[in-house]
């Protein structure tokens, strides 16, 4: 049988509407064209962007004890957030806004960060040396204020030192005593900060975006050259490897990308250097990415090894402008307990445009004024930072709702996480959530806490999650929702509202 394969230049429907990284309706300098747009653009959104939000958002953060958001890590539910480096992250910026956004991630209860300031094309000189140290050096030590740790990326040399003469592409061989020296001297930079992770390049199984004109056998050097520089320095730093895009199925990536280059990657032994994986955005009830990572490590007779989220951004919505502020808390639900994800990098810091085109999720807009989707974030980490899994049930018909156990030291014994899906074909917008005893506090998406509330009768959700905190487990049968009834399905996945490379 002969495996039909789809290439990215006969695969442009395969193109979700993509978002668009912004500018803000209320943002009071730099007035401009691109302000201008983002303006009428936000308006289609559902981000509700204004001063007073705002406003609303500070307020509430400002009320969380930070220090315990900073002593309160797990290395299993790993809060994470990509976008905090260049452009949006500047040593010449805006300090006063940038110090005030990190403060805020450090309320919300962000534990890490990902960033590209690692990458050899950033870090190096106008003569290819790795001296340019300014924006990783500001942000190091702006993540170490909140104890917060770094996931970096690394690769990616100069063009003129690369197989394809472009900086998302390999290095050549012949340059690879220079390639040993940047590794050595930006990895030793790090010393004295939390950098637990370091990711090599990105979404390579794209190799006609990602990995340009360069191969598997190419990719594993690169990530044994890296192995050994972080050894050779006595650092606790994993290496993390793929970051999978166009693995979500078969078919994606043409001859050599896609599944063909991760599977090769394996024959050649990158399990050898690699302490974990990593894909991105995964779209849920369309692909299994983190399952099929893990059958690919069972095949080559490999025991499995964490698998990271590194960027994640809201595949629930149907289409673009759809995606509400609350959705983020079902992708870490989704990430940590459904895909038994260790951390999930939400995508992105702060809107901005790319590519002409609005990224309009982010935790803050383009003048670094919080958005609501930061108590979002904020509450997902409430209710599952620490909390493992008891089960995923579905107590009615829409329903999904993730049953957490806490930690020794919470003051109540479960995390009840809830919400109405949207079928398609459901009358009701909102259903009485049953099964339920006892008194509890049930905390909203805003953050906003009901205390004290007789869960006898029931509770009314919607669409919008909910956290109820309790002593007592829900009389529900365990069903292993989804893992039966949203069995991967490649027809789907090829629709599914993912982004592709080619989206960024």
Not at 154 to 183: E, R
Not at 273 to 284: E, L, P, T, V
Request: hydrophobic share 35%.
């Amino acid at each position: 049988m002969v495996m039909k394969v789809i290439d990215k230049k006969c695969s442009s429907y395969l193109s979700i509407l993509t978002f668009l990284y912004c500018i803000p309706t209320f943002a009071y300098a730099d007035v401009n064209a691109d302000h201008k747009t983002y303006q009428i653009e936000i308006l289609k959104t559902r981000e509700e962007v204004s001063a007073k939000e705002a406003d609303y958002v500070y307020k509430k953060l400002m009320q969380r004890n930070l220090q315990q958001q900073i002593a309160n890590r797990d290395d299993n539910t790993q809060f994470g957030l990509h976008g905090m480096e260049i452009p949006a992250v500047n040593a010449n910026g805006d300090l006063t806004k940038i110090n005030q956004a990190y403060s805020l991630l450090a309320r919300a209860g962000v534990d890490s960060l990902r960033s590209f300031e690692t990458a050899w094309h950033r870090v190096s000189d106008s003569s290819g040396n790795p001296t340019n140290f300014t924006q990783l050096d500001f942000q190091l030590k702006e993540a170490k204020k909140y104890n917060m740790s770094h996931l970096f990326v690394f690769g990616y040399p100069p063009a003129k030192y690369t197989v394809a003469n472009n900086k998302l592409s390999a290095v050549q061989s012949k340059y690879y005593d220079k390639y040993k020296d940047y590794l050595h001297v930006t990895l030793s930079r790090l010393k004295g900060y939390n950098v637990k992770y370091a990711e090599l390049a990105n979404e390579v199984d794209a190799p006609s975006v990602w990995w340009m004109k360069s191969t598997p056998e190419q990719y594993v050097q690169e990530m044994k050259m890296l192995k050994e520089s972080i050894a050779a320095l006595g650092l606790p730093i994993k290496t993390v490897a793929f970051a999978a895009t166009y693995s979500r199925n078969s078919l994606l990536g043409g001859i050599t990308g896609g599944r063909r280059f991760i599977d090769k990657s394996f024959q050649l032994g990158i399990d050898q250097y690699s302490d974990a994986y990593s894909i991105h955005h995964f779209s849920y009830g369309n692909d299994d990415l983190p399952g099929y990572m893990r059958s690919v490590q069972a095949k080559h007779h490999l025991s499995n090894k964490e698998i990271l989220d590194t960027e994640q951004l809201d595949t629930a919505s149907t289409g673009r402008f759809q995606s509400n502020p609350y959705d983020l808390i079902k992708l870490f639900a989704r990430g940590f307990y459904y895909y038994d994800m260790k951390r999930v990098d939400y995508f992105i810091a702060k809107d901005r445009y790319l590519n002409n085109k609005l990224y309009y999720f982010g935790l803050f807009d383009i003048d670094w004024n919080p958005k609501l989707r930061l108590l979002a974030y904020a509450m997902a980490v409430d209710s599952m930072k620490g909390r493992t899994l008891i089960g995923i049930y579905q107590p009615s018909k829409g329903v999904e709702a993730y049953v957490l156990k806490s930690k020794e030291d919470s003051p109540t014994k479960y995390s009840i996480i809830a919400w109405l899906n949207d079928t398609g074909t459901q009358s009701n917008k909102s259903v009485l959530l049953e099964g339920l005893s006892g008194n509890a506090d049930i905390e909203h998406w805003n953050l906003d806490i009901a205390k004290n509330i007789d869960l006898t009768k029931g509770v009314q959700i919607d669409n919008r999650p909910i956290a109820i905190y309790t002593n007592q487990l829900p009389s529900w049968v365990n069903n292993n929702k989804m893992k039966n009834a949203l069995y991967a399905d490649e027809s789907r996945a090829l629709k599914s509202h993912a982004p592709m490379p080619t989206d960024k």
